[in-house]
């Protein structure tokens, strides 16, 4: 598929994917990146990851804070605020309805 | 680079854009540290990565630390009120030949105030500054200074033969303080310029122009003055050391100098406390 297209599509919903991986319980960077990887996103580079975390965290849908690791140095670790799962649920829903749509003209598109 | 060399340049990059990099930081340590990949392949260049960061945090474009608006007509006041008048320039008025530069020109600047002086090529933004810095004669009007003066031209002001350590104790002798002190300041501010080894500098005559430039801003700033014109002192200067001057600016708006500008660049006029155009 084409690359841009499917860099484009993520930057439109790699937040709400965000906010979903963490709805699981909560996470840190590496781990979060790797979940979304796992899920089927495909690598998601460090340099989009982290300020999308930031953002999500400045207006209040995530929170975060450092704790110690076993033995290691400390680890910046995020969750869903309740306002955070409150935005998933509805964006959810919104995002189903959209991609309907969208699969609707897609699909007459095909002979 | 080792990503020890990539977290050091990302934490200089961070400073610049005002964002306190120790979080940031040690979060990308982290993930370099369990991923085990190249730390531009994870985040790209230092200064792309802080960038984004900075935008993240602060919104689009440079935020300076600690910056508190202004109040405009019928808002809530700006915690720190407007200080006392420190430049007062009244009906300046200057002609050369048959032409008219400026024509009863007024500037007030207070303590804690930034404000940009902008126009087209030409209009007298440089003969504004000399004149307030009393290295012009107006044809009428007046300036006063209430405190110490720094001054940076545009180009000139440095001494081909002497380095910029001879440069420091040369306006320190000004000033009244001692080499040795003189040096230290000299050096310091330089190390904020991201200027490394300038004690082991050629004479100025062999510097490139951003870094002459680099010179005359910091001179400008030696012997704390109170108030500081700058004509456009970033002449020369890559992406990271223009960013570290608007730093500056801020920093001596935190220590309430009074501090004008020229510049032609708009996109910074949002981030002064007053605008003055000329040639209008």
Request: glycine residues 14%.
């Amino acid at each position: 598929m084409d690359r841009d297209r499917r860099a484009q599509w993520l930057r439109g919903v790699l937040d709400l994917c965000v906010l979903g991986a963490l709805s699981g319980g909560e996470s840190y960077g590496y781990q979060i990146a790797q979940r979304l990887e796992a899920g089927g996103l495909g690598p998601i580079a460090g340099g989009t990851l982290y300020p999308t975390l930031l953002r999500l965290e400045k207006i209040g849908l995530i929170r975060a804070d450092w704790r110690g690791g076993e033995g290691g140095p400390a680890r910046k670790y995020y969750r869903l605020s309740d306002t955070g799962a409150e935005t998933l649920a509805s964006a959810s829903a919104e995002w189903a309805g959209f991609a309907g749509v969208v699969k609707t003209f897609l699909e007459v598109a095909t002979p | 680079m080792t990503a020890e060399e990539w977290l050091g340049r990302l934490t200089t990059e961070l400073h610049r854009r005002g964002v306190a990099p120790d979080a940031v930081v040690a979060e990308a340590a982290h993930h370099l540290r369990e991923s085990g990949q190249a730390p531009e392949r994870v985040f790209g260049p230092p200064a792309a990565y802080a960038a984004a960061v900075a935008e993240s945090l602060l919104g689009p474009g440079v935020e300076p630390p600690g910056w508190v608006r202004p109040a405009a007509a019928g808002e809530e006041p700006g915690v720190e009120p407007p200080g006392a008048v420190r430049l007062e320039a009244r009906g300046i008025t200057k002609r050369y030949a048959h032409r008219t530069v400026l024509d009863g020109v007024d500037l007030t600047v207070r303590a804690g105030e930034v404000v940009a002086v902008v126009g087209a090529n030409g209009c007298g933004k440089s003969t504004l500054l000399r004149i307030c810095a009393g290295l012009t004669s107006p044809d009428a009007g007046e300036v006063h200074v209430r405190g110490r003066l720094g001054y940076c031209p545009q180009e000139g002001g440095t001494v081909e033969r002497l380095t910029p350590d001879e440069h420091f104790v040369l306006i320190g002798a000004g000033r009244g303080t001692d080499r040795a002190t003189a040096r230290r300041q000299g050096r310091t501010a330089a190390a904020v310029l991201d200027w490394p080894g300038v004690d082991r500098s050629p004479v100025a005559g062999k510097l490139s122009g951003g870094t002459r430039q680099k010179l005359n801003l910091i001179m400008s700033g030696l012997g704390d003055p109170d108030v500081l014109l700058l004509d456009e002192p970033y002449q020369g200067f890559d992406k990271g050391s223009y960013l570290d001057f608007w730093q500056q600016v801020w920093r001596w708006r935190t220590e309430r100098k009074a501090v004008v500008v020229v510049t032609h660049l708009l996109s910074e006029l949002n981030r002064v406390d007053n605008v003055l155009e000329l040639g209008r």
